[in-house]
């Protein structure tokens, strides 16, 4: 397959001068994959018997973006031997009388710095850096302190306020760093056909179509849904839907001062309806819930419906208890990751997948409010009029994306 422009500048990195290397900008436009080619093509080139680092925002994701598709790719198989150890989290590469091992660690939170602490390496990869705090990355660099090691980074815009937008790419673009920076726009990959770029520009909205799709460093500001906004109709349901048959599950955002929202969700060909929902405000009622009284009306709600699982804000830890107590509902602790959860909302309804019944009122009022804090420094949603828009998140995060992968898993 030919290589742009800029992919084959990542390639060329390692001939260089240049400590740092810095790609970022927009997804799918062929960062990472080159870079994990050219970070291990350099170490094989110049170092025997040194360890290096391949960093991500956990273990699994560096394994599952960065190591498994390298191990997979055939220029990797032919160029190299290499030999992967799960309980080490380390592929060794060899190839004649050289062998280098590379190491995969995770800087998911400020204590992920240990670590990686006391080793000496003599480059690492550090892919998603904005997703990893700045103590663990700069503990990653203080460890590549063998000669001649390269720290190479790969990212997708963030906040135009985030440390590493202002402290690398911008003193990379000024010259005050020793560091190779490289823009990606969606389009810089070849290899990707135009039907793939519409599919993913149509993927995106707001600040999402902003970051990933023009690879833009811009501030979350505004409606978080605006598409909804927009274009209410286009994803409603309207109309009588006790016809349609499939999978049943409930999404539970659990409040007792706060308010509490559930929705009942049927999946059916691969798509998911919110068919009804219950939103109680005890505040606006002037009366709180108890436990037992949440989970009477979570039966009211699911009456005449066989449920497959009730997926529940992870942090009512008593509302879980109770739920399990009485034995009639599988409870799942929701994946409360609020950004990628967002992301994968929109997605999925821009893409079709989730639909709205007219009926949900609430819903539909809190998409129309649900906003970006623009006070805040870092990606954040204003803690108001959310109640439904957590629901619906823990919903398509942790039930519907990983079905639909699971079923494009097995239709390859």
Partial sequence: MALGEKQLQIL??????????????????????????????????????????????????????????????????????????????????????????????????????????????????????????????DQAMIRCSVTGAKVWFSCNPAAPSHWFYTDWILKADKGEINAKHIHFVLRD??????????????????????RYVLGEWVAAEGLIYPFFAAHQDTYLFHGDASHIDGQFYVSIDYGTHNPCSMGLWVIHDGKALRIKESY??????????????????????????YIQAVVVDPSAASFIETIRRHGKYLVIPADNDVLNGIRCVASLMQAGLVTIHESCTASRREFGLYSWDDKAKEDRVVKENDH????????????????IRWADWRRK
Wanted: charged share 25%; proline share 2%; with cysteine.
């Fill in 12 to 137: 060329q990195f390692r001939f260089s001068d240049y400590s740092y290397l810095i790609c970022d900008g927009a997804v799918r436009s062929g960062k990472t994959s080159l870079m994990t080619v050219g970070f291990i093509d350099d170490a094989m080139a110049r170092f025997n018997g040194r360890r290096f680092g391949i960093c991500g925002k956990t273990v699994d994701s560096a394994t599952k973006n960065i190591v498994q598709p390298y191990m997979a790719m055939q220029y990797a198989q032919r160029s190299y031997r290499i030999k992967w150890s799960r309980t080490d989290k380390t592929m060794t590469v060899s190839k004649g009388g050289i062998t280098n091992v590379f190491e995969v660690f995770g800087g998911k939170d400020e204590s992920s710095y240990a670590l990686i602490q006391g080793r000496t390496l003599a480059g690492c990869l550090i892919d998603e850096v904005v997703l990893q705090p700045r103590s663990f990355v």
């Fill in 189 to 210: 990959n070849p290899g990707l056909s135009d039907e793939t770029i519409q599919r993913y520009e149509k993927s995106f909205s707001g600040v999402f179509y902003q």
């Fill in 280 to 305: 109680f405000d005890s505040r606006a009622e002037r009366v709180q819930r108890t436990d037992e009284e949440h989970y009477a009306e979570l039966e009211r709600l699911t009456k005449g419906y």
């Fill in 388 to 403: 439904a828009m957590d629901d619906i998140r823990y919903f398509c995060y942790t039930i519907l994306a990983p079905l």
